[in-house]
């Protein structure tokens, strides 16, 4: 089951800099798309959020672009922090039903000081 | 901020035990959810639970898992006769509503012996 993929298991970025983590998906029916955080031995924490009917979602450093056409949306953190050094999961939903969520396999971002 | 509990944190088990999964969800919250992460996997949606009922369940939600909710704050996982496959962490989540991002546990690791 490929339905999200994150095609990149790990990206170093130096302090200050803006990370950038790409996601794409094949489901055409899902229209939410969401970022997740975790750290080690953390349950995944809620990043931020974009419905299909936007193609950008801004909260403070981090900024989600959607590409509906390329099935692609990518995650930006202006500046990197240290404490941003994470995994990062994308993961999507179908309207209707009960919200049942389909991830990633994650991206490790390691950000440099 | 308001959290998901989960214990225990981890679970040591003989294969063919049953095992319990307990997650006291955000008090305030409607829906529940169950997922799992093998070693080295993406996070899995096991099932969704609303109004005191599944709502949806993913085909590893066989007839070897039950959840239930038996009173107003827990929220359980049980597995009958577990497996050595059944091996992972388990993470509970839990949403205020229909258009609500999921908030997870910290998840309990469950090692099956």
């Known amino acids: 089951d490929q339905q999200v993929k994150q095609n990149s298991p790990s990206l170093s970025v130096q302090e200050g800099r803006i990370s950038i983590l790409n996601c794409d998906y094949t489901?055409?029916?899902?229209?939410?798309f969401l970022w997740y955080k975790k750290y080690p031995a953390e349950g995944p924490t809620f990043l931020i959020s974009?419905?299909?009917?936007?193609d950008k979602n801004e909260d403070g450093r981090f900024t989600v672009f959607l590409n509906k056409s390329a099935k692609h949306l990518s995650l930006h953190i202006v500046p990197s922090q240290p404490g941003d050094s994470a995994v990062y999961f994308c993961?999507?939903?179908?309207?209707?039903?009960?919200?049942?969520?389909?991830f990633g396999i994650g991206t490790k971002l390691q950000v440099i000081p | 901020e308001p959290e998901v509990t989960q214990t225990p944190s981890h679970q040591v088990t003989q294969m063919g035990q049953e095992v319990i999964l307990r997650c006291v969800p955000i008090?305030?919250?409607?829906?529940f959810y169950w997922y799992r992460q093998i070693l080295g996997q993406k996070v899995e949606f096991l099932v969704s639970?609303?109004?005191?009922?599944?709502?949806?369940k993913s085909e590893i939600f066989d007839d070897q898992f039950s959840v239930e909710r038996p009173d107003g704050s827990n929220f359980t996982l049980k597995i009958r006769s577990t497996k050595l496959e059944d091996s992972a962490m388990y993470f509970c989540?839990?949403?205020?509503?229909?258009?609500?991002?999921?908030?997870f546990g910290d998840g309990t690791r469950l090692s099956i012996l």
């Open positions: 993961a999507a939903r179908t309207s209707g039903g009960y919200q049942k969520v389909t």
């Open positions: 489901n055409s029916m899902f229209d939410y």
């Open positions: 974009i419905s299909s009917i936007k």
């Open positions: 008090s305030n919250h409607l829906y």
């Open positions: 639970f609303y109004n005191n009922e599944i709502s949806e």
């Open positions: 989540a839990s949403a205020g509503g229909n258009n609500q991002p999921q908030h």
